[in-house]
């Protein structure tokens, strides 16, 4: 008799201890699959925030602009921005552009001052470049040419102001003089990034040049790319297009080549790794022990078909092709609930909600799973390939003990 019909026998036999087998390789392997498409809508996540309020995918700013950074350094800046702009849409990569303003500035409301940063940006442009309005929980978006605010929810709870309060911001002009313009708070918006929450103010683009003194010009253009395009390359394009319009002065980097940006993604990547090594061996060692659990419980059944003449290599194939059987069905039903877990929660999220209270990393309360594919597959055979592994040691070892010692101990 073949010796997979007679593993095949042997599963069906024992229907509670396959069953424990199946379990223990399908729980590793369901963990394995889910933790996988959840580091990789973390990744994800934290990339596209990065893109999204920070860095974008490319950011043109003045070329001494971020060595004086730290002093905000407003006189080195973009002039002209929208001839900049229209260079920067002539590249049919480019998805959407967002030119702003970002400075610190205090807030004065009722005989009390607050910390806080104001962003100027063109509503029109930001609403391509990011959902904004899906965003805010109370009110509308300011219009430009008017005196209006969206604040973060943390910031507005801590001032206490709600839509329609009146707020005003100071701030220090390019020419480092002082200047100060009251808003009217049109909305309360929620950001995902925690640090937006607390301290952002939105406002209209001219209203910051306004309070800034400075006239048609920007701090920085950053810009999404449309999907498969390469940031480093499409910069290194736009640098030509610059030069050739006289535009020297603007310094234009993919995210990769901004420190910041990049060493945050080093730094989830990191984490990714850790983590997932951390529950390869958990799980591995879940699998590894039921399997040899299950095999060192079976000493007197190779006893047995050994004093009924099965060899040694014989019984040590026979238990690596029941291991086989399996692992491949414990590692099957692993992956499909894994991506039946992860399938639900791609589209309705995981809410971390209040335990991300105080996290100031660019993570959202929400992470949304993504399903790999290539790490779907990985896990169901690296599943399968352990579980049979981890058959041959005490198989081998079992197979060595005579067959009349064997039944003996038992």
Partial sequence: MKLSKIALRNITRNKRRSLLSIVAIAVAAMSIAFLFSFLEGYKNDLADNLHTYYSGEIRVRHKDYGKNEYLNPLHLRIESFRGVIEEIEKNDAVEAVSPRISFPTGIYRKEDTYKAIGMGVDFQYEKAYQNLEDRIIEGVLPEMGKNQALIGVELARDIGVKTGDKITMISTTMRRGSNAITFRITGIVSFPVQAFN?????????????????????????????????????????????????????????????????????????????????????????????????????????????????????????????????????????????????????????????????????????????????????????????????????????????????????
Avoid: C, H
């Fill in 198 to 410: 607390k301290s952002y103010l939105l406002v209209p683009l001219d209203r910051a040049q306004k309070l800034l003194r400075m006239n048609d010009s920007v701090t920085e253009i950053i810009m999404k790319l449309k999907k498969g395009s390469s940031g480093s390359e499409i910069a290194g394009q736009l640098v030509a297009a610059f030069r050739a319009a006289g535009r020297e002065e603007l310094e234009t980097l993919s995210w990769e080549e901004i420190g910041t940006s990049y060493s945050f993604i080093e730094m989830a990547s990191v984490t990714y790794n850790f983590m997932a090594l951390f529950f390869f061996i958990l799980a591995s060692s879940v699998i590894i022990n039921t399997t040899m659990m299950v095999i060192y419980e079976r000493t007197r059944e190779i006893g047995t078909i050994g004093a009924m003449g099965m060899i040694r290599g014989e019984i040590v194939r026979l238990f690596f092709i029941e291991a086989l059987f399996l692992s491949f069905i414990g590692s099957l039903i692993g992956v499909l609930i894994g991506i039946g877990i992860t399938i639900p929660l791609s589209i309705v999220g995981i809410n971390f909600g209040s335990a991300m209270e105080g996290v100031s990393i660019e993570i959202s309360e929400k992470i949304y799973p993504s399903l790999s594919l290539r790490s779907t597959i990985f896990v169901f055979f690296y599943s399968v390939m352990v579980a049979s592994l981890a058959s041959l040691i005490p198989s081998s070892k079992a197979a060595r003990v005579e067959p009349a010692e064997a039944l003996r101990n038992m």
